[in-house]
């Protein structure tokens, strides 16, 4: 139960419809067609559609099970609260964890795009260039990190912006792609598009597809600076899904009107830019690049937000370096959270500007992260069965959107992991899987210097009625 010395985040600062803008803004579309449709494209060729339309169904029912355990309780680890509190506080803790190197990771492969469009833009000849493009990355990065410690209200009101201008950018270039491309396709569209292929095939798509969608949990991350804290979260996530999903399938089904595999494939991190220069006149083909800019600089706002209110709830109850729960006095923002995550990702930075390419580099970042989101949205999903268990009986609607629906997509994300590590490559399968591992050090290390209540308490599950006074902190 929660303390009245328990340290809180700034409330009632976003409302519903922030919640949906922060619910696309993590998923950043332009960002993931942009950086992740080559290797997309190059694991199942022209199945791509069919790819995002699979993983959405398997998506939504994580976003479902998000959405009533931020019901049961309301709380800034989010996953990782709700995993420890209704499972075992290991997993708990290894979920959040998860998460944290998951969006570190991102920082190096979210800083790759922006820092290719934003040099497409200014000095073209450097675009490909490993060392530059990482340089201006960080740069961004940085920029973004000020920023989220300055507080949630100017964090909000800049996403607000950048989201909405994204969005129209989007749309624009959607339509004026299937205008211009279906005069002279390349490839005629076809319904094959959407099959799912052989095995290989669909487990392949299915992992980076998985990456495409990733971010929109931010929401749950951000509830306690929420109104209506325990519904207008799950919304958010909800319907910032929706609006990727069809953003998704009609901007990439345009792309493959338009580009061969082989063009896509060459145009690296920097897909959007081409396909707008494609589209439009020069300088008009420049609202491409300003989607992409603008889409990386507000998902890696949106990723640093969900790491450092993960590890400030980590800290909070004690399972981590206490020093992570600190709240700056003026702007009431975990700051020390903030400001550890970018130092790590900076030297992130550092080891990536060795990579021989930039797309050899986001591959294996984004198969990578991959990994690390199927296993905490995987136990995001089971956390919903075992929680409401006790309602299936009773209930069939819960039945299916708390238990069946976000028990198979957790089943199916933690099949395609295992499936997929074997075919990943030693060096993406260290990255992923050690990182993870790694985790293990500060657990056992906190749990024996702090002997948190977290570990201690009893498990709870659904017994017709929420405790109102048990939502944040111990």
């Excluded at 995001?380 to 997509?409: C, E, H, N, Q």
Aim: aromatic share 12%; charged share 10%; hydrophobic share 50%.
């Amino acid at each position: 139960m929660a303390s009245d010395n328990v340290k809180e985040l700034r409330h009632n600062v976003l409302s519903k419809a922030d919640s949906v803008i922060m619910g696309i803004a993590g998923t950043a579309p332009a960002y993931s067609l942009s950086a992740s449709t080559a290797a997309l494209v190059a694991a199942v060729g022209l199945g791509g559609p069919g790819s995002i339309v699979y993983a959405a169904i398997f998506m939504f029912g994580i976003a479902f099970a998000f959405k009533y355990l931020n019901e049961w309780r309301s709380d800034a680890g989010a996953s990782y609260a709700w995993v420890g509190r209704a499972i075992n506080p290991s997993l708990g803790f290894m979920s959040g964890w998860a998460l944290i190197v998951a969006s570190t990771l991102f920082m190096v492969a979210g800083s790759l795009p922006v820092g290719s469009a934003t040099l497409d833009l200014l000095a073209p000849d450097l675009t490909n260039n490993v060392i530059a493009v990482t340089v201006v990355g960080a740069m961004w990065f940085i920029a973004m990190d000020v920023l989220i410690i300055l507080g949630i209200r100017i964090t909000n009101n800049f996403q607000k912006v950048m989201t909405t201008i994204e969005v129209a950018c989007l749309v624009l270039i959607t339509v004026g792609a299937f205008v211009k491309f279906n005069s002279a396709p390349v490839q005629s569209f076809s319904l094959s598009w959407f099959a799912p292929g052989d095995i290989n095939t669909f487990m392949s798509g299915a992992l980076v597809a998985v990456f495409y969608y990733w971010g929109w949990d931010v929401t749950a991350n951000l509830t306690e600076e929420t109104e209506n804290r325990n519904s207008a979260p799950g919304y958010g996530g909800v319907f910032g899904m929706i609006a990727i999903f069809i953003l998704f399938v009609f901007m990439q089904v345009a792309i493959q009107i338009g580009m061969t595999p082989d063009q896509i494939g060459n145009s690296n991190t920097n897909l959007l830019p081409v396909i707008g220069d494609m589209i439009f006149p020069r300088p008009w083909g420049d609202i491409a690049i300003l989607a992409v800019i603008i889409s990386t600089v507000a998902t890696l706002e949106t990723s640093l937000l969900q790491a450092s209110r993960t590890l400030f709830a980590m800290g909070r109850d004690r399972v981590i370096s206490t020093r992570f729960s600190e709240l700056h006095p003026r702007f009431q923002t975990p700051w020390m959270a903030s400001i550890v995550i970018g130092i790590v990702a900076l030297f992130s930075f550092v080891v990536s500007s060795f990579s021989p390419s930039i797309n050899t580099l986001m591959t294996g970042a984004i198969n990578a992260l991959g990994l690390q989101i199927a296993f905490y949205y995987g136990l995001t999903g089971f956390t919903s069965v075992w929680y409401y268990r006790k309602l299936f009986a009773v209930d069939k609607k819960a039945l299916l959107m708390r238990g069946i629906w976000p028990g198979l997509s957790a089943l199916f994300l933690w099949i395609v992991a295992i499936y997929d590590i074997p075919q990943l490559g030693w060096t993406t399968d260290l990255i992923a899987l050690g990182a993870l591992l790694i985790g293990l050090i500060p657990m056992v290390v906190y749990k024996k210097k702090y002997k948190s209540e977290f570990y201690k308490g009893n498990k709870e599950n659904y017994d017709g009625q929420f405790d109102s006074s048990n939502r944040i902190g111990l």
